[in-house]
Nanobody, 124 residues
C-alpha cells in the first residue's frame, strides 16, 4: 500500500503561481512513477503531468506545457507540481497518483494509488 497526501492548494489570481506537494508513505516511493491529474465537477479527470520513478523523464499535457513543472525528491518521498502563469481554466481539484511502472503513464487506469485531492482555484 502507498498512501498519498496532497497539500498546497488554494486561491490564487490569474497569472500567479502555486506549488503543490504530494507526500507518500508506505512502500518504496522510488519504485513508482508519479502523476498529477485534475478534475472539474461534471467533467472527466484529466491527465496533467507525470514523472518517471528516477525523475529523469517527464511528460505534460499540452494545456500545461511550459507553465507547470513536475519534480520529485525520492529522499523525502515527495513529488511536487510547480504551477505558474495560472489561468482560470486551471481551476480544479488536483490529485496525485502512483503507478508501479518504469514508464510515465498518462492513463488513470495505469495508476495504482490516489490521493484525496487538493483544490486549486484561479480567479480572473
Amino acid at each position: 500500500q502507498v498512501q498519498l497526501a496532497e497539500s498546497g492548494g488554494g486561491l490564487v489570481q490569474a497569472g500567479g503561481s502555486l506549488r503543490l506537494s504530494c507526500a507518500a508513505s508506505g512502500r518504496t516511493f522510488g519504485n513508482y512513477a508519479m502523476g498529477w491529474f485534475r478534475q472539474v465537477p461534471g467533467k472527466e479527470r484529466e491527465f496533467v503531468t507525470a514523472i518517471r520513478y528516477s525523475g529523469r523523464t517527464t511528460v505534460y499535457a499540452d494545456s500545461v506545457k511550459g507553465r507547470f513543472t513536475i519534480s520529485r525528491d525520492n529522499a523525502k518521498n515527495t513529488v511536487y507540481l510547480e504551477m505558474s502563469s495560472l489561468k482560470p481554466e486551471d481551476t480544479a481539484v488536483y490529485y496525485c497518483a502512483a503507478a508501479y511502472s518504469y514508464t510515465v503513464p498518462r492513463e488513470q487506469k495505469d495508476y495504482d494509488y490516489w490521493g484525496q485531492g487538493t483544490q486549486v482555484t484561479v480567479s480572473s
